[in-house]
């Protein structure tokens, strides 16, 4: 049996689920916004051994048969709304937490990825440090609360060379990249209510994503400089032309020490390829999307993923 820990809205799941069972394997979908209210939890040790597993919906999942699990883009557990006290309800969602995430680390399958993996690889400081430790072309950074740092940064490189960057996006405060023009630098102070991501502009011949699969590499080139927005190819990105394309040598032995440096099976990376040809690393998301590159430059990312569960599964 194969996990996928995700959600039934997840079309990236239910894709890679339709291939699965193209190869006749089974599959089933573990939703953690079910746990604890309508997903129960068993982990049983006794003088022979133990057992662990879900009480799904539609039977019970046991995990110990389950020989390839992924890790895609998890909800937290959701707790009873009938438990009201602040205090009470923090309680429940710890001892949820602290029991899934014991079970990840006591259970022994093949992960993609493995969770604690995922977590520190999504950490962008932490990418950017193991990218140049294997050797790739990573924009000059500066990470920091410090305005007089910012503004030291800004002035060596000069308005219009400097974008900055948010850790994370919210739904609500979602965040794209942008270059640093006079307007922000007259709000340089207000970093020191928070950390901000400073780097130089990387000009672009084309924007890459580079899916990999275990041992696979899927290269698209994305035409972000003939889109309204050329600083972030995500803004436009419906209008951009994607095609599949190649890395050098060089660029993929780096990309796949990357990869076994943090630990990851799967992860979608951002490059840059420059006007001179240089290959510039960004940054990697371990649970990536990638159908919107499937469709367009024809690469068989899902069947890639499949079959990588499905061969650890036999």
């Known amino acids: 049996m194969i996990a996928i820990v995700s959600t039934h809205l997840d079309e990236h799941a239910l894709a890679v689920q339709v291939e699965l069972s193209r190869r006749n394997a089974r599959s089933q979908l573990l939703n953690l916004a079910d746990f604890p209210q309508r997903l ?13 597993g879900f009480g799904c919906a539609d039977g019970p999942f046991d995990l110990d048969d389950c020989g390839a699990v992924w890790w895609r883009r998890p909800h937290p557990p959701a707790i009873s709304p009938s438990i009201t006290r602040d205090s009470h309800r923090q309680f429940a969602y710890n001892e949820c937490s602290e029991a899934l995430q014991g079970l990840w680390h006591a259970i022994e399958p093949f992960w993609i990825n493995d969770p604690a993996r995922d977590h520190v690889a999504q950490r962008k400081a932490y990418q950017l440090r193991v990218a140049q430790d294997v050797g790739l ?14 503004s030291e940064f800004v002035a060596k490189r000069g ?8 850790f994370s996006a919210l739904e609500q405060e979602w965040r794209e990249t942008r270059l640093l023009g006079e307007r922000e630098l007259q709000l340089i102070e207000n970093v020191q209510y928070a950390p901000v991501i400073f780097q130089e502009y990387i000009e672009a011949a084309v924007d890459l994503r580079v899916t990999i699969v275990g041992e696979q590499i899927f290269a698209a080139a994305i035409h972000s400089q003939d889109t309204s927005y050329k600083v972030d190819c995500r803004i436009d990105i419906a209008n951009a032309r994607i095609e599949a394309a190649s890395l050098p040598a060089k660029v993929q032995d780096g990309l796949h020490a990357l ?5 990851l099976v799967y992860g979608a990376i951002d490059m840059r390829l420059t006007p001179d040809g240089r ?29 990588l569960l499905h061969d650890h599964d036999r």
């Open 40 to 52: 129960g939890l068993r982990m049983e040790y006794d003088g022979s051994g133990h057992a662990f």
């Open 137 to 150: 072309a990573i924009p000059v950074t500066l990470i920091t609360n410090c305005s007089r740092a910012a």
């Open 159 to 166: 308005q219009g060379r400097v974008i900055y960057k948010s």
């Open 259 to 263: 990869m076994n440096k943090m630990g």
């Open 279 to 307: 290959y510039v690393f960004l940054e990697i998301n371990p649970a990536g999307q990638w159908l919107f590159i499937e469709h367009y430059s024809h690469q068989p990312i899902t069947a890639a993923l499949a079959e």
